[in-house]
T-cell receptor, first 114, second 111 residues
Protein backbone atom coordinates (compact mmCIF):
# COMPACT_ATOMS: atom_id res chain seq x y z
CA UNK A 1 0.00 0.00 0.00
CA UNK A 2 0.97 3.65 -0.22
CA UNK A 3 0.30 6.54 2.11
CA UNK A 4 0.08 9.95 0.48
CA UNK A 5 0.46 13.26 2.23
CA UNK A 6 -0.99 16.16 0.27
CA UNK A 7 -0.58 19.82 1.22
CA UNK A 8 -2.25 22.21 1.66
CA UNK A 9 -5.58 20.67 2.51
CA UNK A 10 -7.38 23.86 1.58
CA UNK A 11 -6.65 27.43 0.54
CA UNK A 12 -8.43 30.58 -0.46
CA UNK A 13 -6.52 32.53 -3.07
CA UNK A 14 -6.84 35.80 -4.91
CA UNK A 15 -7.41 35.66 -8.65
CA UNK A 16 -4.26 36.12 -10.66
CA UNK A 17 -2.05 34.41 -8.10
CA UNK A 18 -0.61 30.90 -8.17
CA UNK A 19 -0.78 28.00 -5.72
CA UNK A 20 1.56 25.02 -5.53
CA UNK A 21 0.20 21.75 -4.17
CA UNK A 22 2.59 19.12 -2.85
CA UNK A 23 2.17 15.38 -2.81
CA UNK A 24 4.53 13.16 -0.80
CA UNK A 25 4.33 9.34 -0.99
CA UNK A 26 5.79 7.07 1.68
CA UNK A 27 7.21 4.67 -0.93
CA UNK A 28 8.65 4.85 -4.42
CA UNK A 29 5.95 4.69 -7.07
CA UNK A 30 6.31 4.80 -10.80
CA UNK A 31 2.94 6.23 -11.72
CA UNK A 32 1.61 9.42 -10.19
CA UNK A 33 -1.33 11.45 -11.41
CA UNK A 34 -3.03 14.75 -10.72
CA UNK A 35 -6.81 15.06 -10.83
CA UNK A 36 -9.33 17.83 -10.50
CA UNK A 37 -12.80 17.36 -9.11
CA UNK A 38 -15.15 20.27 -9.59
CA UNK A 39 -18.24 20.59 -7.38
CA UNK A 40 -20.67 17.76 -8.01
CA UNK A 41 -18.47 16.24 -10.70
CA UNK A 42 -16.27 13.18 -10.95
CA UNK A 43 -12.50 13.20 -11.17
CA UNK A 44 -10.89 14.58 -14.29
CA UNK A 45 -7.31 13.65 -15.05
CA UNK A 46 -5.11 16.71 -15.48
CA UNK A 47 -1.80 14.99 -16.20
CA UNK A 48 0.54 12.13 -15.49
CA UNK A 49 3.58 13.25 -13.53
CA UNK A 50 6.69 11.65 -15.03
CA UNK A 51 9.85 11.38 -13.02
CA UNK A 52 12.73 13.14 -14.71
CA UNK A 53 10.75 14.38 -17.70
CA UNK A 54 7.86 16.64 -18.60
CA UNK A 55 4.40 15.68 -17.45
CA UNK A 56 1.91 14.24 -19.93
CA UNK A 57 -1.16 16.47 -20.07
CA UNK A 58 -4.69 15.48 -20.97
CA UNK A 59 -6.75 17.34 -23.51
CA UNK A 60 -7.82 20.71 -22.15
CA UNK A 61 -4.91 21.07 -19.75
CA UNK A 62 -1.63 22.81 -20.57
CA UNK A 63 1.72 23.11 -18.89
CA UNK A 64 1.63 26.90 -18.66
CA UNK A 65 -1.52 26.74 -16.54
CA UNK A 66 -0.71 23.59 -14.55
CA UNK A 67 3.07 23.15 -14.34
CA UNK A 68 4.03 19.89 -12.66
CA UNK A 69 7.29 18.79 -11.13
CA UNK A 70 8.35 15.22 -10.30
CA UNK A 71 11.94 15.34 -9.07
CA UNK A 72 11.90 11.79 -7.69
CA UNK A 73 9.69 8.72 -7.26
CA UNK A 74 8.14 9.89 -3.99
CA UNK A 75 7.29 13.54 -4.59
CA UNK A 76 5.41 15.75 -7.01
CA UNK A 77 3.97 19.25 -7.14
CA UNK A 78 1.14 20.76 -9.13
CA UNK A 79 0.93 24.52 -9.56
CA UNK A 80 -2.31 26.22 -10.49
CA UNK A 81 -1.15 29.39 -12.21
CA UNK A 82 -2.83 32.76 -12.76
CA UNK A 83 -5.91 31.52 -10.96
CA UNK A 84 -9.47 32.51 -11.75
CA UNK A 85 -12.69 31.58 -9.92
CA UNK A 86 -13.20 28.79 -12.48
CA UNK A 87 -10.17 27.04 -10.97
CA UNK A 88 -12.03 26.60 -7.68
CA UNK A 89 -12.04 22.86 -7.25
CA UNK A 90 -10.60 19.94 -5.33
CA UNK A 91 -7.22 18.80 -6.60
CA UNK A 92 -6.07 15.26 -5.84
CA UNK A 93 -2.87 13.38 -6.43
CA UNK A 94 -2.99 9.66 -6.96
CA UNK A 95 -0.57 6.79 -7.38
CA UNK A 96 -0.91 3.23 -8.62
CA UNK A 97 1.01 0.40 -7.04
CA UNK A 98 3.40 -1.63 -9.18
CA UNK A 99 0.98 -4.52 -9.64
CA UNK A 100 -1.88 -2.24 -10.74
CA UNK A 101 -3.93 -3.67 -7.92
CA UNK A 102 -4.99 -0.42 -6.32
CA UNK A 103 -4.96 3.33 -6.75
CA UNK A 104 -4.25 5.49 -3.71
CA UNK A 105 -5.23 9.11 -3.19
CA UNK A 106 -4.05 12.09 -1.29
CA UNK A 107 -6.58 13.77 0.94
CA UNK A 108 -7.17 16.47 -1.64
CA UNK A 109 -6.65 20.22 -1.75
CA UNK A 110 -9.81 22.29 -1.68
CA UNK A 111 -9.05 25.49 -3.58
CA UNK A 112 -11.29 28.53 -3.60
CA UNK A 113 -10.36 31.45 -5.84
CA UNK A 114 -11.93 34.78 -5.01
CA UNK B 1 -17.65 6.47 -26.88
CA UNK B 2 -16.40 7.63 -23.50
CA UNK B 3 -13.65 5.56 -21.91
CA UNK B 4 -15.69 4.67 -18.85
CA UNK B 5 -19.43 5.23 -18.58
CA UNK B 6 -21.75 4.97 -15.62
CA UNK B 7 -25.34 5.91 -14.92
CA UNK B 8 -24.98 9.02 -12.72
CA UNK B 9 -28.18 8.28 -10.81
CA UNK B 10 -29.16 9.23 -8.23
CA UNK B 11 -30.47 5.88 -7.14
CA UNK B 12 -32.90 6.36 -4.26
CA UNK B 13 -33.26 2.99 -2.59
CA UNK B 14 -35.07 1.99 0.63
CA UNK B 15 -32.95 0.56 3.38
CA UNK B 16 -32.67 -3.21 3.12
CA UNK B 17 -33.18 -3.32 -0.63
CA UNK B 18 -30.75 -4.65 -3.20
CA UNK B 19 -29.24 -2.28 -5.73
CA UNK B 20 -27.00 -2.89 -8.74
CA UNK B 21 -24.82 -0.58 -10.83
CA UNK B 22 -23.17 -1.21 -14.16
CA UNK B 23 -20.21 0.43 -15.80
CA UNK B 24 -18.98 0.02 -19.37
CA UNK B 25 -15.46 0.62 -20.63
CA UNK B 26 -14.19 1.19 -24.15
CA UNK B 27 -10.60 -0.07 -24.09
CA UNK B 28 -10.53 -3.82 -24.50
CA UNK B 29 -6.89 -3.85 -23.36
CA UNK B 30 -7.82 -2.56 -19.92
CA UNK B 31 -6.22 -4.65 -17.24
CA UNK B 32 -7.52 -3.79 -13.80
CA UNK B 33 -10.96 -2.84 -12.63
CA UNK B 34 -12.21 -1.44 -9.38
CA UNK B 35 -15.12 0.06 -7.57
CA UNK B 36 -14.26 3.04 -5.42
CA UNK B 37 -16.51 4.78 -2.98
CA UNK B 38 -16.44 8.52 -2.45
CA UNK B 39 -18.21 10.20 0.41
CA UNK B 40 -19.06 13.87 0.24
CA UNK B 41 -15.95 16.07 0.53
CA UNK B 42 -13.67 13.07 0.89
CA UNK B 43 -11.14 11.42 -1.39
CA UNK B 44 -12.11 8.15 -3.12
CA UNK B 45 -11.45 4.96 -1.21
CA UNK B 46 -11.14 1.46 -2.66
CA UNK B 47 -14.29 -0.57 -2.16
CA UNK B 48 -13.26 -3.68 -4.04
CA UNK B 49 -11.33 -4.97 -6.99
CA UNK B 50 -13.19 -6.70 -9.79
CA UNK B 51 -12.11 -10.01 -11.26
CA UNK B 52 -13.39 -12.08 -14.16
CA UNK B 53 -14.35 -14.82 -11.75
CA UNK B 54 -16.37 -12.35 -9.71
CA UNK B 55 -15.70 -11.53 -6.11
CA UNK B 56 -17.78 -11.03 -3.04
CA UNK B 57 -17.11 -9.09 0.13
CA UNK B 58 -19.95 -9.32 2.60
CA UNK B 59 -22.97 -7.57 1.12
CA UNK B 60 -21.03 -6.47 -1.97
CA UNK B 61 -20.53 -8.50 -5.14
CA UNK B 62 -18.54 -7.34 -8.16
CA UNK B 63 -18.46 -8.93 -11.59
CA UNK B 64 -16.42 -8.37 -14.72
CA UNK B 65 -17.63 -9.27 -18.20
CA UNK B 66 -14.70 -8.85 -20.58
CA UNK B 67 -16.64 -9.96 -23.65
CA UNK B 68 -19.19 -7.19 -23.19
CA UNK B 69 -16.73 -4.81 -21.53
CA UNK B 70 -18.69 -4.02 -18.44
CA UNK B 71 -18.37 -4.39 -14.71
CA UNK B 72 -21.10 -4.49 -12.14
CA UNK B 73 -21.56 -3.90 -8.43
CA UNK B 74 -24.36 -5.44 -6.41
CA UNK B 75 -25.18 -4.27 -2.90
CA UNK B 76 -27.49 -6.47 -0.86
CA UNK B 77 -29.39 -5.52 2.29
CA UNK B 78 -28.43 -1.89 1.80
CA UNK B 79 -27.65 0.25 4.84
CA UNK B 80 -27.99 3.97 5.37
CA UNK B 81 -24.18 4.12 5.53
CA UNK B 82 -24.00 2.85 1.94
CA UNK B 83 -25.13 6.28 0.74
CA UNK B 84 -22.22 7.61 -1.32
CA UNK B 85 -20.99 8.00 -4.86
CA UNK B 86 -19.63 4.82 -6.40
CA UNK B 87 -16.89 5.26 -8.96
CA UNK B 88 -16.02 2.72 -11.61
CA UNK B 89 -12.26 2.74 -12.16
CA UNK B 90 -10.28 1.17 -14.97
CA UNK B 91 -6.51 0.92 -15.30
CA UNK B 92 -4.84 -0.02 -18.56
CA UNK B 93 -1.72 -1.96 -19.29
CA UNK B 94 -0.19 0.23 -21.92
CA UNK B 95 2.98 2.30 -21.86
CA UNK B 96 0.91 5.37 -20.99
CA UNK B 97 -1.17 3.67 -18.31
CA UNK B 98 -3.47 5.90 -16.39
CA UNK B 99 -6.41 5.59 -14.06
CA UNK B 100 -9.70 6.30 -15.76
CA UNK B 101 -12.71 7.15 -13.62
CA UNK B 102 -16.32 6.94 -14.46
CA UNK B 103 -18.36 9.97 -13.44
CA UNK B 104 -19.79 8.04 -10.54
CA UNK B 105 -23.20 6.77 -9.54
CA UNK B 106 -24.86 8.50 -6.62
CA UNK B 107 -26.68 6.24 -4.21
CA UNK B 108 -29.08 7.45 -1.55
CA UNK B 109 -30.35 4.89 0.91
CA UNK B 110 -33.68 5.99 2.34
CA UNK B 111 -34.73 5.12 5.91
Amino acid sequence: SAVISQKPSRDICQRGTSLTIQCQVDSQVTMMFWYRQQPGQSLTLIATANQGSEATYESGFVIDKFPISRPNLTFSTLTVSNMSPEDSSIYLCSVIDTDLTEAFFGQGTRLTVV
Amino acid sequence: RKEVEQDPGPFNVPEGATVAFNCTYSNSASQSFFWYRQDCRKEPKLLMSVYSSGNEDGRFTAQLNRASQYISLLIRDSKLSDSATYLCVVIGLQRDDKIIFGKGTRLHILP
